[in-house]
């Protein structure tokens, strides 16, 4: 239903073992990426996804290990040949950012749209519903939650009960109120039952925990969150550069209570994360270390 | 004496088994970097070799497989704590090329010098004699030649027999004129001979062959020159896109009369560019298809 790829899974310097951390999610024919820093069209060439479906890129925020990639990833677009718009969303100062870095990319086959953040915002794209909040970072930065959601059960039997025309039904399903040539009046709600439960993935870097994240994380199927250091003696340098140790983020998948939570943005001086994840799944046990090209298939729930 | 690297071999796009086309050179504790695609500081990295000692930043032209890495590369080279200053040298419009991209690198503990070149041109960088010349691609591009040159060699005896004092012959080695209190006059022509054959390495991508190439690449050890197509069916796409074949770079090897030819920046179409090398040698036999990390070291001539 909902693919996830975490492309990369390092932070401030690409490695030869480790790509910059961003994300990839993959929903009926529309993509979604969020952060490209330098070789994110290499991991996702090497992860064998097609570039050209992207039609939205979100950024947490303009450091170069977040964006430095883009200009290389809108040209390979440009060959894959997409011509529908790439919307682009960031926080303030995105159109200049980007518009900078395209002096090397100056002609694409495609236009660019751009939606500058003010504070904690909900929009929907092609079926996702998406939601930045911010985070605590040294520069302005934001977390996204990406939700597929799912309508109530049509309840045929019901349908049937109320005599509603076959016809009907279909509409109805999809939202719409209708009255038909003898002045009666459908209204879904007479037929459709209380939304289900639908997917929701959470993704933050670079940031120090907060409530914020925690709420906006809440009941997430999948949290996707910055771990830079395992080492706990490195929690100073963690706080003054505004980044979050891999407890810490096991302790906020806790709070929210998600499905299952997996680190990134690991420092280029963390060799093995593995190494750390056993103090990480005394606090939450559904943990995993991320890894370039980590995937995950996100389905709604089975109903009896 | 100096060491050559080719980090990458790739055009247009990185993949995940090749990084674009870049060359470093060292010599002296200082080195030299020609092109900064995307990943060139990923291929550095992989090689071991440092990028602190790099102050010197050759650019051929501004399409982003040459310079899209640089925002990140430079960030590195702050990471490694240089402080002295960068020059960076390329085609009219680098400085705003390069202001551009530092939007997303904005504090870097060096400063940044600019040498915008207007048609061929010689000029010398701590102890590299480089000459940039026009090549003929779509946009404005240059090759360079990079010179190790060696003075002619010190003839004791005949210090000896003119009576030079001891403590002037290092002087004089230095190329200084000396006059003694007698008045008398020693000149380096009395003691050294003619000029000796340095180390010459050339590179040229992207273009179509030319005359000037030729010129320029004549006598180098060793030429570093673009084969983005082994297929000769390619040679209408070569020339509309203003790139140069396998055989036309051999043809210009030869008429070069250079040591040896590397071939890089293939098209990411060609899989195995060793296939297309038996037909090159027999134009010019010291070929060798590039490869990332291809690396030597290039010594001055022994002498009997």
């Given at each position: 239903?909902?693919?996830v790829?975490l492309?990369g899974?390092g932070?401030?310097?690409?490695l030869p073992y480790?790509?910059?951390?961003s994300?990839?999610?993959r929903?009926?024919?529309?993509n979604?990426?969020?952060d490209c820093?330098?070789?994110?069209q290499?991991a996702l060439?090497?992860?064998g996804w097609?570039?050209?479906?992207v039609?939205?890129m979100?950024?947490t925020h303009?450091?170069?290990?977040h964006?430095s990639?883009?200009?290389?990833?809108?040209l390979t677009?440009g060959?894959?040949?997409r011509?529908?718009?790439?919307?682009?969303?960031?926080p303030?100062?995105?159109?200049?950012v980007?518009?900078?870095l395209?002096i090397?990319a100056?002609e694409?086959?495609?236009p660019?749209?751009y939606k500058e953040?003010s504070g904690?915002t909900?929009?929907?794209w092609?079926?996702y519903?998406i939601?930045a909040?911010?985070?605590q970072h040294?520069?302005?930065c934001?977390?996204?939650?990406?939700?597929?959601?799912?309508?109530?059960?049509f309840?045929?039997?019901k349908?049937?009960?109320l005599?509603?025309p076959l016809p009907?039904?279909n509409r109805?399903?999809k939202?719409?109120?209708?009255t038909?040539?003898?002045?009666?009046?459908?209204s879904?709600?007479?037929?459709?039952?209380?939304p289900?439960?639908g997917?929701?993935v959470s993704?933050?870097?670079?940031?120090?925990p907060?409530?914020?994240?925690?709420?906006?994380?809440?009941h997430?199927d999948?949290?996707i969150c910055?771990g830079?250091?395992?080492?706990?003696e490195?929690?100073?340098?963690?706080k003054e550069?505004k980044?979050?140790m891999?407890?810490?983020a096991?302790?906020?998948a806790?709070?929210?209570?998600?499905?299952?939570l997996?680190?990134?943005h690991f420092?280029?001086?963390l060799?093995?994360?593995k190494?750390?994840?056993?103090?990480?799944?005394e606090?939450f046990?559904?943990?995993?270390?991320?890894?370039?090209?980590?995937?995950?298939e996100l389905?709604?729930?089975k109903?009896?």
């Amino acid at each position: 239903m909902l693919d996830v790829c975490l492309l990369g899974c390092g932070g401030m310097m690409p490695l030869p073992y480790r790509y910059l951390t961003s994300l990839m999610l993959r929903y009926n024919g529309n993509n979604v990426l969020i952060d490209c820093g330098e070789g994110t069209q290499v991991a996702l060439k090497k992860k064998g996804w097609s570039p050209k479906p992207v039609g939205l890129m979100l950024f947490t925020h303009f450091h170069a290990d977040h964006i430095s990639g883009l200009p290389g990833f809108l040209l390979t677009l440009g060959n894959a040949e997409r011509t529908e718009p790439v919307l682009m969303v960031g926080p303030k100062g995105l159109t200049k950012v980007v518009k900078s870095l395209l002096i090397i990319a100056p002609e694409l086959p495609f236009p660019i749209r751009y939606k500058e953040l003010s504070g904690d915002t909900e929009f929907s794209w092609e079926g996702y519903r998406i939601t930045a909040f911010r985070v605590q970072h040294n520069i302005t930065c934001y977390g996204y939650s990406i939700n597929i959601d799912r309508a109530g059960k049509f309840d045929a039997a019901k349908a049937k009960e109320l005599n509603i025309p076959l016809p009907f039904w279909n509409r109805l399903q999809k939202g719409e109120t209708i009255t038909d040539e003898k002045g009666q009046t459908f209204s879904p709600d007479m037929v459709i039952g209380p939304p289900r439960k639908g997917i929701k993935v959470s993704y933050a870097t670079d940031t120090r925990p907060t409530n914020n994240i925690i709420e906006h994380a809440s009941h997430s199927d999948l949290f996707i969150c910055e771990g830079m250091y395992g080492e706990e003696e490195k929690l100073d340098k963690a706080k003054e550069n505004k980044h979050t140790m891999f407890l810490e983020a096991a302790a906020m998948a806790k709070q929210a209570e998600v499905g299952e939570l997996w680190l990134t943005h690991f420092s280029p001086s963390l060799n093995n994360p593995k190494e750390y994840m056993a103090k990480v799944r005394e606090i939450f046990p559904k943990a995993e270390a991320g890894k370039d090209g980590k995937t995950k298939e996100l389905s709604f729930e089975k109903e009896e």
